[in-house]
């Protein structure tokens, strides 16, 4: 290469003028994208660069073997003395650091406390707030910890006492060849704070971590604090500690290699037929136009990195001018290499003539005759025309290729804590499965956002967001207390009585802007809350009556089976299919399991069921169970010939529904106290706590429609029309926001004095579609591709994710990529076979496949090289 002779003196830049290495290192960054061999592959050639890469390897090679072996050693992780002094300080400062931010946890940081006293303080702030107040506990801990051994890691590498250059272990991290600078760290200074799904070590329920620490301890090493380092090995209870953390990650990795490769295997199937054409449209099998130009502007991904580096190209424009006499040519001789209606983006135009507005100086162009800036604009239209992606190019599998092979990156099951906890949203491989695989209508952190209009303040955007917010009715409870009566007289019945007695907080704690009155709070339990409450005491009841039946009907049925005789084997034969239909329509049957097993079994591997939504198809709703129960009743009653008595008309169901009226035969309603009395007559034991807390959670004071939460973020808007996407992030571009658990436009469309429409957005692709249409739908993908990725500081190219959007949308509906969705409709039968093997019996009715697949067209192709 050649250039200027102004140029950087700083170590870390390469510099080469006329193929001599004037300064830099080369290392592993030159390898890789914008480095030497990637700027000699294109101005040179893939030849050039191929002979680079053997010239290189043969030298160092050559250099390791015969003039400077690598060899690591003790020595190049020791530290000096002082060094080591100062990091002891500092790891005693970090492990003595509990005791003062445990007290002010617990709101006593001035007092002296002994051991006692803290562990209650501890457990009283724990069983008040729960799991918010461990993870409080957990983030203070963090924060001073991660304050404290950041001092330790600046230690490095100046205190080692081998410097770079000639510290081996030094040279291999920088470098970029193995291993990272946390990687020596560890090795020379502490392993640091071990944490499990994103938490510090759990305690078991006697306050412990491991056996050996006393409850409740508020020292970092029992909160998993790793204080030493490999270099001196480690104590038993780090060993463990360490253990616990590493086996996370491995069985994490061992299950999300089968579901990645999964999520793959769909996308490539489903995207296989898609290839560039001679016109540079993208085209399906079947000949259906998927996008006009691939990628929107039809430049191949591995030939666009140079594309906008103007610097890099005036740098050489002698060199590939000379290379390729196409960039000294007019504006006519483009016209015999591509086609005149594949004009050069305005974009890149407009980027490349402030490039030599602004930068003219630093080129010493001042010096050139206006020609060059002609000749460098030619150039940057050279380099486009030569950027664009040739007819045949499978564009399809290359961008399943460039989404799956990230996801392996991904951890599993991931699930981002926004603000303190309150609001979660799916990340990782499930996320992508619902975007991509599944196409899901109903998922599982639906979120909507939507910044105010720009004359409003962060204060604003809170207020709407506490009118906003639904408030239940425990969160208004401030005490329950439940006392029963296990033998008493009422109404010449003898029966239990239980007492609910709720204490609301005082109203001055409400929420502020939320609107909420005592009076509110008081109807509400009045009427709704009294309501579901014996609604769920009846469900209950059923529940515990259904499972004690089922056990004495089993008992009965292996007494029956020892005793039974011919007549008995006859009548069983008379009866065998009712109790059949009637053990598939009970869910808790054993035939409805194996039935439910076997339909398992036809299915395809999908891979997709977690554990949670296995057992939300197991267990049913008690609500639902109840009213299967009062349906089979009122079934059997008007189907029973035998029923001639009318005053046995009424069903078991109703009885219960007017015994469940007279349950409740005390209310009291006191300012901030209610009081209600549940009668129990010849009826088993219930834990009303567990009902009333459940019940109180599911009945709402104040509800705005499908909206379960909304909060007051910062979003950074991108409003300049580049394809950029709406981040949730301070900047100065950013506006105070709303964003919600749930999506519902009805809400945010009646706030449009409020809020800034234009730029409303939600992760629910399918709300999106059946409101804003398909486009919008389409830029929903992208953007929630990109912001999946983007958690984990892996960039996917533009023009992959919105070929696999326009893919999943160009029919005007929302497609899975599975076997369902867009690869049922696909007319290559062999594709449909090399998927799921149950599409052979469709294709045997006489389909015919004429091989416009991509990889059918190389099967074919391989079969005729073969014979």
Same mark, same amino acid.
């Given at each position: 290469m050649s250039g200027y002779s102004s140029h950087s003196i700083d170590e870390d830049v390469v510099f080469v003028y006329k193929n001599e290495l004037i300064q830099g290192v080369i290392d592993k960054e030159q390898f890789g994208k914008y480095g030497l061999i990637h700027t000699v592959q294109e101005m040179y050639g893939s030849k050039a660069a191929g002979h680079l890469l053997t010239a290189l390897c043969r030298v160092l090679i050559a250099f390791l073997q015969m003039m400077h072996g690598f060899t690591c050693g003790v020595h190049d992780l020791l530290l000096v003395q002082p060094c080591d002094n100062q990091r002891k300080k500092l790891l005693d400062a970090c492990l003595n650091c509990g005791n003062d931010v445990h007290q002010q946890f617990i709101g006593r940081e001035k007092e002296h406390l002994d051991s006692l006293e803290m562990q209650i303080g501890i457990e009283k702030a724990i069983r008040a707030n729960g799991e918010s107040a461990i993870m409080l506990l957990d983030g203070m801990m963090r924060s001073k910890l991660n304050t404290l051994s950041s001092a330790v890691t600046k230690l490095f590498p100046e205190g080692l006492v081998k410097p770079f250059r000639r510290n081996a272990l030094s040279l291999m991290t920088l470098s970029g060849a193995k291993g990272g600078s946390f990687n020596f760290q560890q090795i020379s200074l502490l392993l640091g704070q071990q944490e499990l799904e994103g938490k510090r070590v759990p305690r078991m329920v006697s306050g412990k971590t491991l056996p050996c620490f006393a409850p409740w301890d508020s020292s970092a090493r029992a909160g998993g604090f790793i204080s030493d380092r490999y270099l001196t090995g480690l104590r038993p209870q780090e060993f463990y500690f360490h253990c616990m953390a590493g086996r996370k990650g491995?069985?994490?990795?061992?299950?999300?290699?089968?579901?990645?490769?999964?999520?793959?295997?769909?996308?490539?199937?489903?995207? *296989? =037929?898609?290839?560039?054409?001679?016109?540079?449209?993208?085209?399906?099998?079947?000949?259906?136009?998927?996008?006009?130009?691939?990628?929107?502007?039809?430049?191949?991904?591995?030939?666009? /990195?140079?594309?906008?580096?103007?610097? %890099?190209?005036?740098?050489?424009?002698?060199l590939?001018?000379?290379?390729?006499?196409?960039?000294?040519?007019?504006?006519?001789?483009?016209?015999?290499?591509?086609?005149?209606?594949?004009?050069?983006? $305005?974009? !890149?135009?407009?980027?490349?003539?402030?490039?030599?507005?602004?930068?003219?100086?630093?080129?010493?162009?001042?010096?050139?005759?206006?020609?060059?800036?002609?000749?460098?604009?030619?150039?940057?239209?050279?380099?486009?025309?030569?950027?664009?992606?040739?007819?045949?190019?499978?564009?399809?599998?290359?961008?399943?290729?460039?989404?799956?092979?990230?996801?392996?990156?991904?951890?599993? $099951?991931?699930?981002?804590?926004?603000?303190?906890?309150?609001? $979660?949203?799916?990340?990782?491989?499930?996320?992508?499965?619902?975007?991509?695989?599944?196409?899901?209508?109903?998922?599982?952190?639906?979120?909507?956002? =939507?910044?105010?209009?720009? =004359?409003?303040?962060?204060?604003?955007?809170?207020?709407?967001?506490?009118?906003?917010?639904?408030?239940?009715? %425990?969160?208004?409870?401030?005490?329950?207390?439940?006392?029963?009566?296990?033998?008493?007289?009422?109404?010449?019945?003898?029966?239990?009585?239980?007492?609910?007695?709720?204490?609301?907080?005082?109203?001055?704690?409400?929420?502020?802007?939320?609107?909420?009155?005592?009076?509110? =709070?008081?109807?509400?339990?009045?009427?709704?809350?009294?309501?579901?409450?014996?609604?769920?005491?009846?469900?209950?009841?059923? !529940?515990?009556?259904?499972? /004690?039946?089922?056990?004495?009907?089993?008992?009965?049925?292996? #007494?029956?089976?020892?005793e039974m005789d011919e007549d008995g084997s006859e009548f069983e034969s008379q009866t065998k299919e009712d109790s059949d239909s009637e053990e598939e329509d009970d869910p808790f049957s054993s035939k409805a399991r194996k039935k439910k097993g076997r339909s398992k079994d036809e299915v395809d591997y999908e891979d997709d069921d977690s554990e949670e939504e296995v057992e939300e198809e197991v267990e049913l709703n008690e609500d639902e169970i109840v009213k299967e129960s009062v349906e089979q009743e009122e079934l059997k009653a008007s189907s029973d010939p035998d /029923?001639?008595?009318?005053?046995?008309?009424?069903? *078991?169901?109703?009885?219960?529904?007017?015994?469940?009226?007279?349950?409740?035969?005390?209310? %009291?309603?006191?300012?901030?106290f209610f009081e209600v009395h549940f009668k129990l007559t010849n009826e088993p034991h219930i834990l009303l706590t567990q009902i009333a807390q459940k019940t109180a959670e599911k009945v709402y004071v104040k509800n705005p429609g499908k909206i379960e939460h909304c909060?007051?973020?910062?979003?950074?808007?991108?409003?300049?029309?580049?394809?950029?996407?709406?981040?949730?992030?301070?900047?100065?571009? /950013?506006?105070?926001?709303?964003?919600? %658990?749930?999506?519902?436009?009805?809400?945010?469309?009646? !706030?449009?004095?409020?809020?800034?429409?234009?730029?409303?957005?939600?992760?629910?692709?399918?709300?999106?579609?059946?409101?804003?249409?398909?486009?919008?739908?389409?830029?929903?993908?992208?953007? *929630?591709?990109?912001? #999946?990725?983007?958690?984990?500081?892996?960039?996917?190219?533009?023009?992959?994710?919105?070929?696999?959007?326009?893919?999943?949308?160009?029919?005007g509906k929302y497609r899975p990529l599975n076997r369902f969705g867009s690869l049922a409709e696909s007319i290559s039968p062999l594709s449909k076979m090399a998927f799921v093997s149950k599409f052979i019996t469709q294709a045997a009715s006489g389909e015919v496949d004429i091989l416009h697949c991509i990889s059918l067209e190389i099967s074919k192709e391989l079969s005729w090289f073969t014979c």
């Open positions: 491995l069985v994490d990795t061992a299950v999300k290699t089968s579901r990645s490769g999964y999520l793959q295997r769909c996308l490539i199937k489903n995207l *296989e =037929c898609l290839s560039v054409n001679y016109d540079y449209t993208v085209r399906d099998g079947d000949g259906s136009i998927i996008q006009f130009r691939y990628g929107e502007d039809g430049v191949d991904v591995h030939k666009m /990195s140079y594309i906008r580096q103007f610097e %890099a190209l005036a740098l050489n424009q002698q590939i001018a000379s290379k390729n006499p196409v960039g000294e040519n007019d504006d006519e001789c483009f016209s015999k290499y591509v086609e005149e209606d594949n004009e050069v983006p $305005n974009q !890149l135009a407009k980027e490349a003539e402030e490039f030599l507005k602004n930068h003219a100086a630093a080129l010493n162009s001042r010096h050139t005759h206006p020609k060059d800036c002609l000749n460098f604009l030619k150039l940057v239209k050279n380099k486009y025309y030569m950027s664009l992606a040739h007819p045949g190019e499978p564009v399809g599998i290359i961008a399943a290729q460039s989404i799956g092979e990230p996801s392996t990156q991904m951890t599993l $099951n991931t699930f981002h804590h926004a603000g303190r906890g309150e609001m $979660n949203v799916t990340l990782g491989i499930p996320r992508l499965s619902e975007i991509l695989k599944d196409a899901s209508k109903t998922i599982k952190t639906p979120t909507m956002t =939507c910044p105010l209009l720009k =004359c409003k303040a962060m204060d604003d955007a809170e207020q709407l967001a506490a009118k906003l917010k639904r408030i239940s009715v %425990a969160d208004l409870i401030e005490n329950m207390e439940v006392s029963v009566l296990p033998f008493s007289i009422k109404e010449h019945e003898i029966c239990s009585i239980y007492k609910l007695k709720l204490k609301l907080y005082d109203p001055e704690l409400y929420p502020r802007h939320t609107d909420v009155t005592l009076e509110d =709070c008081q109807n509400t339990l009045l009427n709704e809350y009294l309501k579901k409450m014996e609604a769920a005491i009846s469900s209950h009841l059923h !529940l515990l009556s259904r499972i /004690s039946g089922i056990k004495l009907e089993s008992q009965a049925q292996t #007494v029956g089976s020892d /029923s001639l008595q009318p005053q046995k008309e009424k069903s *078991e169901a109703e009885q219960r529904k007017t015994s469940a009226k007279d349950r409740a035969i005390h209310v %009291a309603c006191d300012g901030l909060k007051a973020v910062e979003l950074h808007l991108d409003d300049s029309g580049n394809g950029g996407f709406s981040m949730l992030k301070k900047s100065e571009n /950013s506006r105070p926001a709303l964003q919600t %658990a749930g999506v519902d436009f009805t809400t945010f469309w009646n !706030l449009q004095d409020e809020l800034d429409l234009n730029f409303i957005m939600s992760n629910d692709i399918h709300s999106m579609l059946d409101t804003y249409g398909v486009e919008a739908a389409r830029a929903t993908i992208v953007a *929630e591709i990109f912001s #999946v990725f983007g958690h984990y500081g892996v960039t996917v190219d533009m023009r992959h994710l919105t070929l696999i959007a326009d893919y999943m949308t160009h029919t």
